[in-house]
């Protein structure tokens, strides 16, 4: 089974900068490295939507709201994918998730960032 552990969150003022860490156990790392991997999150009363997708070959995409400030990153070694948050803003706050861009697995805990003076 599939499992992923999300940390690096944290309370942050606005401007200001957070690296989040995913790492995905249960899953071989060839399994792993054809998949395509995203970071998602969730506000209070909104939908969980995603924010960032890097794919098996290094291809990566961005929602609006996040390009220019994030950057995706994956070690197919660790099995770990990578969030570089920068320029952080209040509408950033949320729980963050990562999974596969299909979202075919079942969710983590995530790692909750606030961003807030």
């Known amino acids: 089974q599939v499992q992923f552990v999300e940390s690096g969150g944290g309370l942050v003022q606005p401007g200001g900068s957070l690296r989040l860490s995913c790492a995905v156990s249960?899953?071989?790392?060839?399994?792993?490295?054809?998949?395509?991997m995203g970071w998602y999150r969730q506000a209070p009363g909104n939908q969980r939507e995603l924010v960032a997708i890097?794919?098996?070959?290094?291809?990566?995409n961005y929602v609006d709201s996040v390009k220019g400030r994030f950057t995706i990153s994956r070690d197919n070694v660790q099995n770990t994918v990578s969030l570089q948050m920068n320029t952080l803003k209040p509408e950033d706050t949320a729980i963050y998730y990562c999974?596969?861009?299909?979202?075919?697995?079942?969710w983590g805990q995530g790692t909750q960032v606030t961003v807030s003076s």
């Open positions: 999974n596969s861009a299909s979202a075919r697995w079942t």
């Open positions: 890097i794919t098996t070959s290094g291809n990566i």
């Open positions: 249960g899953i071989s790392g060839s399994a792993f490295r054809i998949s395509n």
